[in-house]
């Protein structure tokens, strides 16, 4: 392709709202345009890129048996209301009425419509597994869309679902998708990490994130220095082993604390380490209102504390509900003497503690020398891991160290069991032939952030740099000067022999100055640029390798094979 007839209006300067490297540059670069905050057009380059990340799915999916379809984008709230999600899922849901006043959604995921849509048409088991899939636009109003690609409020997905009627059929269906999608991120050049993930809004069981280290990545991985454990921050877990201690208990005791609200007050007025000290918070979780304690010298993990309460919302309350029902205020909050409407949740370290301090639900007032059971009974069912691990601390496994790096999320897959299938009514007859619900799971690829992630793992100083097996061109030829015979006639003779290869290519025919010419195409990062110079005449280019920035002269008769070389070893 010409260059010249290429819709690529690059930018001198970054706009000042492009905060992270990938968005300054994938504007830069002319590869996309804001319409609106959190919605972009992608021009030439960047569908160029975009359809051969999907080739790579699709082909990957083809290799599972999973079948690729196409639904609405646009649903009815009925379907969604069925589920429980209309409700639940929260203000990032667009919902809106059509002219009948009849609600509707716009999808940003499509459980529901592909559940809905096999249970009118799968009656038996034998036609089960099924594998579905769609590469389609999703929707959500993001409350903050940052980050360029990365928090969008329209984005492209790959959503799968996989259909089975038992245990087996979910448990093959997840490890066939984990391996295509091992396969899609290695082929495509990412560098990434599988780790323990959270399934949120979809519901389910097993959930296993796909994450890319970056700076720009909004989440956090922990993963262990010494073995393969990684998981989200979310649902990381460090080494705790349960205490049987044998300490003398001492007598219930209560103190004035006027001016400690926090921990660290508390802690420096009676002199004891926070890991000695109770801390209580307080959540609504569905309604209801629930008590979390931790040690003092841990954070409250709230994604665990939902998982396990099984709830659809959880919040931390206002000061008013509490003392409405406690008596007290943030700051004096404790276990002993909570009414019994609010639901007491233990960390299985606060558990542990023995003669400990925590506030005594009465204003300026603490208890020293609380134990459990006598002054404060918990099932033990209600002990759990409840808090947010810390960089340093042992992994759960005991063999290594937690390490923390910020990480994009580039794919997810859940297992989610019947919890669609049993609201929407998903049934199959059995080989008994009785009736029992599909067994499900959801996988998804964030297509359009892809490009975000690469862009942060790969660009450097001068631009982008692709690798090839998704790169917009394969080739860039740079004539030098576009007015010299030479030049362009080499130039148009590689341009025929690398086409005839089968190679993509993309020759900047422009009248501009050659640091013109040559910043541009280090700034959009194609694999190979070749260089059309004054050697021209003696058949002599220049290659470049993009990724290592290094170069190579070499005659006209070496190029093809050489570049194929080069390419396949970008791989």
Same mark, same amino acid.
């Given at each position: 392709?010409?260059?010249?007839?290429?819709?690529?209006?690059?930018?001198?300067?970054?706009?000042?709202?492009?905060?992270?490297?990938?968005?300054?540059?994938?504007?830069?670069?002319?590869?996309?345009?804001?319409?609106?905050?959190?919605?972009?057009?992608?021009?030439?380059?960047?569908?160029?890129?975009?359809?051969?990340?999907?080739?790579?799915?699709?082909?990957?999916?083809?290799?599972?048996?999973?079948?690729?379809?196409?639904?609405?984008?646009?649903?009815?709230?009925?379907?969604?209301?069925?589920?429980?999600?209309?409700?639940?899922?929260?203000?990032?849901?667009?919902?809106?009425?059509?002219?009948?006043?009849?609600?509707?959604?716009?999808?940003?995921?499509?459980?529901?419509?592909? %559940?809905?849509?096999?249970?009118?048409?799968?009656?038996?088991?034998?036609?089960?597994?099924? *594998?579905?899939?769609?590469?389609?636009?999703?929707?959500?109003?993001?409350?903050?869309?940052?980050?360029?690609?990365?928090?969008?409020?329209?984005?492209?997905?790959?959503?799968?679902?996989?259909?089975?009627?038992?245990?087996?059929?979910?448990?093959?269906?997840?490890?066939?998708?984990?391996?295509?999608?091992?396969?899609?991120?290695?082929?495509?050049?990412?560098?990434?990490?599988?780790?323990?993930?959270?399934?949120?809004?979809?519901?389910?069981?097993?959930?296993?994130?796909?994450?890319?280290?970056?700076?720009?990545?909004?989440?956090?991985?922990?993963?262990?220095?010494?073995?393969?454990?990684?998981?989200?921050?979310?649902?990381?877990?460090?080494?705790?082993?349960?205490?049987?201690?044998? %300490? &003398?208990? /001492?007598?219930?005791?209560?103190?004035?604390?006027?001016?400690?609200?926090?921990?660290?007050?508390?802690?420096?007025?009676?002199?004891?380490?926070?890991?000695?000290?109770?801390?209580?918070?307080?959540?609504?979780?569905?309604?209801?209102? #629930?008590?979390?304690?931790?040690?003092?010298?841990?954070?409250?993990?709230?994604?665990?504390?939902?998982?396990?309460?099984?709830?659809?919302?959880?919040?931390?309350?206002?000061?008013?509900? #509490?003392?409405?029902?406690?008596?007290?205020?943030?700051?004096?909050?404790?276990? *002993?003497?909570?009414?019994?409407?609010?639901?007491?949740?233990?960390?299985?370290?606060?558990?542990?503690?023995?003669?400990?301090?925590?506030?005594?639900?009465?204003?300026?007032?603490?208890?020293?020398?609380?134990?459990? &059971?006598?002054?404060?009974?918990?099932?033990? /069912?209600?002990?759990?891991?409840?808090?947010?691990?810390?960089?340093?601390?042992?992994?759960?496994?005991?063999?290594?160290?937690?390490?923390?790096?910020?990480?994009?999320?580039?794919?997810?897959?859940?297992?989610?069991?019947?919890?669609?299938?049993?609201?929407?009514?998903?049934?199959?007859?059995? /080989?008994?032939?009785?009736?029992?619900?599909?067994?499900?799971?959801?996988?998804?690829?964030? #297509?359009?952030?892809?490009?975000?992630?690469?862009?942060?793992?790969?660009?450097?100083?001068?631009?982008?740099?692709?690798?090839?097996? *998704?790169?917009?061109?394969?080739?860039?030829?740079?004539?030098?000067?576009?007015?010299?015979?030479?030049?362009?006639?080499?130039?148009? &003779?590689?341009?025929?022999?690398?086409?005839?290869?089968?190679?993509?290519?993309?020759?900047?025919?422009?009248?501009?100055?050659?640091?013109?010419?040559?910043?541009?195409?280090?700034?959009?990062?194609?694999?190979?640029?070749?260089?059309?110079?004054?050697?021209?005449?003696?058949?002599?280019?220049?290659?470049?390798?993009?990724?290592?920035?290094?170069?190579?002269?070499?005659?006209?008769?070496?190029?093809?094979?050489?570049?194929?070389?080069?390419?396949?070893?970008?791989?």
């Amino acid at each position: 392709m010409q260059q010249s007839k290429l819709f690529m209006p690059t930018l001198r300067e970054v706009p000042a709202d492009a905060e992270v490297k990938s968005h300054q540059l994938l504007l830069k670069a002319g590869f996309i345009r804001p319409v609106a905050a959190g919605m972009f057009s992608y021009l030439p380059l960047a569908k160029r890129v975009l359809n051969k990340i999907e080739r790579i799915i699709r082909e990957e999916m083809d290799s599972i048996d999973a079948n690729e379809m196409l639904v609405p984008e646009i649903l009815p709230a009925e379907l969604w209301e069925k589920s429980g999600r209309y409700e639940t899922y929260g203000p990032a849901l667009y919902k809106f009425k059509n002219r009948q006043n009849r609600d509707f959604i716009l999808g940003p995921t499509h459980e529901e419509t592909f %559940t809905q849509l096999l249970s009118d048409d799968i009656k038996s088991y034998k036609k089960l597994p099924l *594998v579905v899939y769609q590469i389609q636009p999703k929707f959500r109003d993001e409350n903050r869309p940052r980050f360029g690609l990365l928090r969008t409020r329209e984005f492209i997905m790959k959503d799968a679902y996989s259909f089975s009627a038992d245990q087996a059929g979910l448990d093959q269906a997840f490890h066939n998708m984990e391996t295509a999608y091992i396969k899609i991120f290695d082929r495509i050049g990412l560098s990434y990490r599988a780790i323990v993930g959270d399934a949120g809004a979809m519901g389910g069981s097993d959930s296993k994130e796909f994450s890319a280290p970056a700076v720009a990545g909004e989440d956090i991985i922990a993963y262990s220095d010494a073995t393969d454990y990684a998981a989200n921050l979310e649902m990381a877990k460090d080494f705790y082993q349960r205490e049987n201690v044998n %300490t &003398q208990l /001492e007598s219930l005791k209560t103190i004035d604390t006027p001016n400690e609200k926090t921990i660290d007050d508390t802690a420096a007025l009676l002199s004891v380490p926070k890991s000695k000290l109770a801390k209580t918070i307080m959540f609504i979780a569905d309604g209801e209102l #629930v008590a979390v304690v931790t040690t003092g010298d841990f954070e409250v993990n709230t994604v665990k504390v939902q998982n396990f309460l099984h709830a659809d919302t959880l919040e931390v309350a206002e000061e008013k509900q #509490v003392r409405d029902i406690v008596g007290a205020g943030f700051g004096s909050l404790g276990p *002993v003497g909570l009414p019994e409407e609010v639901r007491l949740l233990v960390d299985e370290r606060a558990a542990d503690l023995v003669n400990f301090v925590a506030g005594a639900n009465e204003d300026g007032k603490h208890y020293l020398n609380i134990n459990w &059971q006598r002054d404060v009974v918990i099932p033990e /069912e209600n002990i759990n891991d409840f808090r947010t691990a810390r960089e340093g601390d042992l992994a759960v496994d005991g063999k290594g160290h937690l390490v923390f790096t910020p990480g994009i999320e580039i794919g997810h897959i859940f297992k989610l069991g019947t919890r669609y299938s049993k609201s929407l009514g998903a049934q199959v007859l059995d /080989e008994n032939g009785r009736q029992t619900d599909m067994i499900m799971g959801s996988y998804g690829i964030g #297509v359009s952030r892809l490009l975000s992630a690469i862009v942060e793992q790969k660009a450097d100083e001068d631009g982008l740099v692709w690798p090839s097996s *998704v790169a917009p061109f394969d080739v860039h030829i740079v004539p030098v000067n576009a007015k010299n015979d030479d030049q362009m006639r080499v130039a148009e &003779q590689l341009n025929e022999l690398l086409t005839a290869q089968g190679l993509e290519v993309l020759v900047d025919d422009r009248k501009e100055r050659a640091g013109v010419k040559f910043a541009d195409a280090d700034l959009i990062g194609l694999p190979i640029r070749i260089t059309v110079g004054k050697k021209a005449s003696e058949e002599i280019v220049e290659v470049k390798v993009r990724a290592s920035n290094t170069n190579i002269e070499m005659r006209l008769s070496e190029v093809v094979d050489s570049v194929s070389v080069l390419l396949n070893g970008d791989k």
